[in-house]
């Protein structure tokens, strides 16, 4: 069975702190760090010796060598099975404790059932080992929350601002006072990538530097601050909205940064180029479908309509800019890169990039000439 969405987990510990009936034991496993840390600090902070500096509390790390001494650990776990002499609970938290829980699940099973009450045991981790007796037993007996990461694709064929991350771009920019249209997350999320950690920066800093609530992709795009990704998709939209500037940038995050599956898993390198000419390729195709239609008398409505998709108005700006010649120009310059890397095998990247500025250079060029001719 599927991981639930992570607000509704978010959502469903928050009610269990408010309801002040606190499970000795908490497992906060999945895997969004963002989640995963919020999680784990709402929990730190509502427990009852679990603030930070209570006396009762002992916080280890996992990735911590010395976290993982055995008789450290040992005395650890033995605290848990008595009671404070004075009355308080003690408070037991592993952060990052895959590693620990694979050295020490065995120890902890024979304290589960003997933990005095008042004590509390809090586990923070990507993952355990479900195949284990301690897994499966804090499963049943723990309160047990898991935060995969939000989906970044849409359900079925709804459009791409009806993703999960959208969603949730939109709700926590709320939060902070902005009032993001779907277009607007959406383009934030294209350039920050999925991590909630980086939008949540990008989303606080646009909070307090924006005039308008809901900013235009090109009022975020001098603000924004994140190590950029990029796409095909943000390639080509650059290309074919005549901007230089904004189509190199592209260019390098996806040569550093590279591109994700569906998955949201990094793609090897070499799928830049033929992602990137592949997109391209079939938005000229619409392109030269839409100026025929034009040139047949249909409205510039009618064709927007029918070949902009998902995104008809990032469609309706770019091909307000362009020609037939103009179009013919950037295809020509599309077949070249493609000739130039099957016969005389150039670096991809270094192909688009010249690819680019034929197409976005030539006119100035020819401009700059007839003026001193």
Not at 121 to 127: D, P, V
Not at 142 to 168: C, I, K, M, T
Not at 194 to 212: C, M, Q, Y
Request: aromatic share 8%; charged share 30%.
């Amino acid at each position: 069975m599927a991981a639930p969405n992570p607000l509704k987990e978010w959502n469903r510990l928050r009610a269990l702190l408010r309801s002040g009936e606190f499970p000795k034991i908490f497992v906060i496993l999945g895997q969004d760090p963002w989640f995963r840390g919020r999680a784990l600090d709402l929990v730190r902070r509502t427990l009852p010796g679990g603030a930070d500096g209570g006396e009762g509390r002992v916080e280890l790390d996992g990735l911590d060598r010395e976290s993982l001494n055995r008789e450290m650990v040992q005395n650890f776990l033995m605290d848990l099975g008595m009671s404070d002499l004075f009355g308080g609970g003690k408070v037991l938290i592993v952060r990052n404790a895959s590693k620990w829980m694979t050295q020490y699940g065995k120890s902890l099973l024979s304290i589960l059932d003997h933990m005095a009450l008042g004590n509390s045991l809090i586990l923070e981790a990507e993952r355990l080992d479900g195949r284990s007796s301690v897994a499966r037993k804090l499963k049943k007996e723990s309160a047990w929350f898991e935060f995969r990461r939000l989906y970044d694709r849409p359900f079925g064929n709804r459009p791409p601002h009806a993703s999960e991350l959208v969603q949730w771009v939109q709700e926590h920019g709320r939060s902070k006072g902005l009032q993001l249209d779907p277009h607007s997350a959406l383009y934030l999320t294209e350039v920050c990538g999925p991590s909630l950690g980086i939008l949540d920066g990008e989303l606080t800093r646009l909070a307090g530097l924006v005039e308008t609530k809901n900013p235009t992709p090109g009022e975020m795009r001098s603000i924004l601050t994140t190590a950029f990704e990029s796409t095909q998709f943000e390639f080509v939209e650059a290309l074919l909205e005549k901007d230089l500037v904004r189509g190199l940038r592209s260019l390098r995050a996806m040569e550093t940064q590279g591109l994700r599956d569906r998955d949201g898993k990094r793609m090897d390198g070499g799928a830049v180029f033929p992602m990137v000419t592949a997109w391209l390729s079939s938005t000229l195709e619409k392109g030269f479908a839409a100026l025929s239609q034009r040139e047949e008398g249909r409205s510039f409505e009618e064709v927007v309509q029918e070949h902009g998709g998902y995104f008809k108005e990032r469609f309706a700006s770019w091909f307000r800019k362009h020609d037939r010649r103009s179009l013919e120009r950037i295809q020509a310059a599309l077949v070249r890169a493609e000739q130039r890397l099957r016969s005389m095998g150039e670096e991809p990247i270094v192909l688009l990039e010249q690819m680019l500025r034929d197409v976005l250079l030539q006119p100035r060029r020819r401009i700059l000439e007839g003026e001193f001719q």
